[in-house]
């Protein structure tokens, strides 16, 4: 096939001023809320650091240099050179160093394995941001009225159950708000800082990094583990590069270098600026710069800008497992299309009901974001690595940079990436185990799901009958089936060969239509494919045509469309009927695979999404029949 994606022009004028306000809520909005958390944390208790000013500009000066390097340089500048055809997100980055991109083969395994697992800690992150980002919004109830207190739980949850609820009705409709609602609150924030750098300026000497060094020297292993807290400052880093796709490179950037990254660091040296001045207010930096009377509107503000980070968070997961299945990762679920304008806003709602689930009980279980921060790290900094490493292996097999660049470059970023993992992987015991578990458990569903395929389609192959071959057959029979007017739509995993249904239909009741279709659907490791470049179709003899029809991996199949618009099938949506397969999977353990692997296999076969609904094949027109494999 040609090159079969939409090519995209790079925004400009007013159009690159409103993808760029529209960045700020769906991609900034998870690192753009850690200043409520992330400083407070750094001087917890369970650091045991002392509150000196030498450690405050240290601090400060290991978060202004984490953001350069991880978010300015890393991801903005290299990652997000790794695109898929204009998407990014790990399940991107994963399909590019697929085997048929591979320069050698044996990188395959490893490749592939990195990207699931890194896709897979997504699940936990997805679970964790919105309980800390909304909790630690609310907690400042507590500072404004202490007698508040027993209140914060109970609003927490309120709102995650509101926000999930909502999420069938799309974010369509509040898509329009998340920009500027987002802006001012870096507006605020960036304020909030600037009024406390102004008391205090000598707090910029923080831009030193020779305050980072001598923190190190200072504090020795205390100092190491509290980049720990130091990390939250870059947790939005894999949003970044996920949300590519939806509005490229150029108005990430310039947000980024021009509103966010700004905002940010006044905020953080403001909240530096207060606790040289009022050691004291370690307590809560954030909440304690703002002023009596705004205490409640910052607190409302704070929590909208959770929510939309909340929000950004539960769409990517939305979009991770649509990748995932298109990719054959994971079994066929319901998506829903919310906007009929932006192909990226789904709603899956197994995935929404399962976050929903695991966010309220991490917010009951932790009690406090200061808890759920020992949680919060583990997952996204061995995701960071990965990305890392996959970024590595894209550099030098698919580009073919010089060697000895690419072991440079990665040795930097792996040192910086190793030194914040090592410092989060101590947390395991405090909470740092749930994304763990919860990667674990994803990682072992979509390698299940897609070694059982595998499989099922030997299985199913070993009794395959060349398509060509039943043609010549069926025409030099003495006794040929009844032909049956009107059109047949048989659905196959393999166009070359004879469709199990067609085969049952045939033996039991004799007959074949008078036009018969044979339909293979290809998801290609692209983002989108070209409407004209949708199908291949080949006609074949006796009234039987080829078809193969070519979706991207972010895109929804709709098999009666795609056939309705190809001008030489000349179908008639009333007289044409849908034909397939379904598979009854019997684990026997007779292939390989672990005995528990088989029945988790058919567990998840069972509950996948008929393909009816997968590929909106009308309920009315449709037949299937059943096959029994054993396995």
Known sequence: MADPVHTKTEPNGRYLIALSVAALGVVFGDIGTSPLYAVREAFGEHYGLALTEANVLGVLSLIFWSLVVVISLKYLTLVMRADNHGEGGIMALTALVMPSKLRRGHWRYLAVMLGLFGASLLYGDGMITPAISVLSAVEGLEVAAPRLEPFVIPVTVGILLALFLFQSRGTQRVGGLFGPVTLIWFTAIAALGLAQIVR?????????????????????????????????????????????????????????????????????????????????????PFYLMVPGWATY???????????????????????LTRQAMRLGFLPRMTVVQTSSQEIGQVYIPTINWILMFATVGLVLGFGSSSRLAAAYGVGVTTDM??????????????WKWPRWAVALLTLVLLGVDLSF???????????????????????????????????????????????????????????????????????????????????????????????????????????????????????????????VLHYGFMEHPNVPVALYDIAELELDPDNTYFVLGREIVLPEGKLGMPRWREQLFAVLQRNALPATAFFDLPPAQTFEVGHLIRL
């Open 297 to 319: 509107p910052m607190i409302a503000l704070a929590t909208a800008a959770t929510i939309i980070a909340s929000q950004a968070v539960i769409s990517g997961s939305f979009s």
């Open 421 to 547: 993992w090592a410092a989060n992987i101590v947390k395991v015991p405090q909470g740092g185990w749930f994304p763990l578990v919860v990667g674990a458990v994803m990682l072992v569903v979509m390698t299940t799901w897609h070694q059982g395929r595998a499989l099922l389609s030997s299985v199913l192959q070993k009794d395959a009958f060349p398509l060509e071959r039943f043609l010549e057959t069926l025409a030099a029979s003495k006794n040929p089936p009844t032909r049956v007017p009107g059109t047949a739509v048989y659905l196959t995993r393999n166009p070359d060969v004879v469709p199990p249904a067609l085969l049952s239909n045939l033996r039991y009741n004799h007959a074949v239509h008078e036009n018969v279709i044979v339909v293979s659907v290809e998801t290609e490791e692209i983002p989108r494919v070209l409407g004209s470049l949708r199908a291949e179709v080949r006609a074949l003899d006796l009234g039987f045509t080829r078809v």
């Open 385 to 398: 690595v990965f990305t890392t490493l996959l970024f590595a292996v894209v550099a030098w097999s698919l």
């Open 200 to 284: 205090n300026p000598y707090v910029l000497t923080a831009l030193n990094p020779y305050h980072a060094v001598h923190f190190f020297t200072a504090n020795g292993a205390t100092g190491f583990w509290v980049l720990g807290s130091v990390f939250l400052v870059v947790t939005g880093g894999e949003a970044l590069y996920a949300d590519m796709g939806h509005f490229g490179r150029t108005p990430i950037r310039l947000t980024w270098f021009f509103v966010v990254l700004p905002a940010l660091l006044l905020n953080y040296f403001g909240q530096g600026a207060l606790l040289l001045a009022n050691p004291a207010a370690v307590e809560n």
